[in-house]
């Protein structure tokens, strides 16, 4: 089966731009997670959705950060404007159910923010 | 709130060296131990886990021990291979929590031939 995909894997904009992610989850998969590791410190969740809903969002840093999953597929996340405080590694997880699977996470999106 | 903490990396070791990378915890209740590895150009991946107190999680020569009373989860391995250079995380999720993992902030592992 394909793995979880994300888009782009690396991606360089100016402070103050907008840039939207994109995760594709393995196909099944109803739970899916944003998670950030910052300056090589520890990952951190940002959200996580049910299909379509957003089940808690508790992690997301501030109101400049805005997730969707348009008909319980892929999911993006934008970010409007960036601050230089966001650069850092994204990653997307997916599982089926998660209690007796383990989250399948892609390669992460590298964002840089100058 | 939860917390988890690794030593501080990275660690260097040398071919066939033994491993062991610590890894402590704060949570209420019962929580899952795991240990993630990410080896270079790829995502994470589930190296081992754990459930409750006393379990040992095992996987391609790695072991670790839930350990209640010392609330640590070591990563341990006999004899390292460069092929294990990688980064290794620990984490821990809540029982009834919906699969939200609290991550360390990850060791760096480097072995050399």
């Known amino acids: 089966e394909a793995g979880v995909t994300q888009f782009p894997s690396h991606s360089v904009i100016e402070k103050g731009q907008t840039v939207t992610l994109r995760c594709d989850p393995i196909?099944?998969?109803?739970?899916l997670y944003w998670y950030r590791r910052v300056m090589g410190k520890e990952i951190k969740f940002l959200l996580h959705f049910v299909k379509e809903s957003k089940q808690d969002e508790s992690g997301m840093p501030n109101n400049r950060f805005l997730a969707e999953r348009t008909g319980g597929t892929y999911s993006t996340l934008k970010v409007q404007p960036a601050e230089l405080e966001d650069s850092g590694v994204y990653f997307c997880?997916?599982?089926?159910?998660?209690?007796?699977?383990?989250?399948?996470f892609g390669n992460g999106t590298r964002l840089t923010v100058t | 709130g939860d917390s988890v903490t690794q030593m501080e990396g990275p660690v260097t070791l040398s071919e066939e060296a033994f491993l062991t990378i610590n890894c402590t915890y704060t949570a209420t209740g019962y929580p899952s131990l795991f240990w993630y590895v990410q080896y270079p150009g790829e995502g994470l991946q589930l190296l081992l886990k754990?459930?409750?107190?006393?379990d040992k999680g095992s996987n391609k020569g790695f072991e670790a021990t839930y350990r209640k009373e010392t609330t640590s989860f070591h990563l341990e391995k006999g004899s390292v291979q460069v092929s294990d250079s990688a980064v290794y995380f620990c984490a821990l999720t809540r029982s009834g929590n919906t699969g939200k993992l609290i991550f360390g902030q990850g060791t760096t592992l480097q072995v050399k031939p």
């Open positions: 196909s099944g998969h109803d739970n």
């Open positions: 997880a997916s599982s089926q159910e998660w209690k007796r699977s383990p989250l399948h």
């Open positions: 754990a459930t409750k107190a006393d």
